[in-house]
C-alpha cells in the first residue's frame, strides 16, 4: 500500500556531510507526520527528527544543530541534511510515516546506511 524508499547513505569522513531522500509512494500529506530513525546492531532504533503536517519539527538532541529535516511537497520527499558528522552517526537511516491519529498506523522504508569513518 504505502511504499517509502530511501536514498544517499555513503560512507562519509568525521565532520563531512550528506543528505538523505525519502520518496513517498503518494502525497505526503497523506501522512500526520514524517520522520528519521537510525539504528546500530544490537540496539534499538531511535527517532532522529520528526515533521508534522503542520511543519513542526522535533529532533534528537544528537542531531540538533548539526541535522535538518525538510519536506518538498512537490516531489513528495523528505529529507535530512546531515553536518558536521560523527563516527557515532553510523547507523541504517530508516524513513517513517505515519498516519492517524484517529487510526495510527507507522510505516517504514527499507533503510540506508551511513558510514562516518576516515
Known amino acids: 500500500q504505502v511504499q517509502l524508499v530511501e536514498s544517499g547513505g555513503g560512507l562519509v569522513q568525521p565532520g563531512g556531510s550528506l543528505r538523505l531522500s525519502c520518496a513517498t509512494s503518494?502525497?505526503?500529506?497523506?501522512?500526520?507526520?514524517m520522520a528519521w530513525y537510525r539504528q546500530n546492531p544490537g540496539k534499538e532504533r531511535e527517532l532522529v527528527a520528526r515533521?508534522?503536517?503542520?511543519?513542526?519539527?522535533n529532533y534528537a538532541d544528537f542531531a540538533k544543530g548539526r541535522f535538518t529535516n525538510s519536506r518538498d511537497n512537490a516531489k513528495n520527499a523528505v529529507y535530512l541534511q546531515m553536518n558536521s558528522l560523527k563516527p557515532e552517526d553510523t547507523a541504517v537511516y530508516y524513513c517513517?510515516?505515519?498516519?492517524?491519529?484517529?487510526?495510527?498506523?507507522?510505516?517504514w522504508g527499507q533503510g540506508t546506511q551511513v558510514t562516518v569513518s576516515s
Open positions: 503518494g502525497s505526503i500529506f497523506n501522512f500526520i507526520a
Open positions: 515533521i508534522t503536517i503542520g511543519s513542526v519539527t
Open positions: 517513517s510515516a505515519e498516519r492517524g491519529p484517529a487510526n495510527y498506523l507507522q510505516y
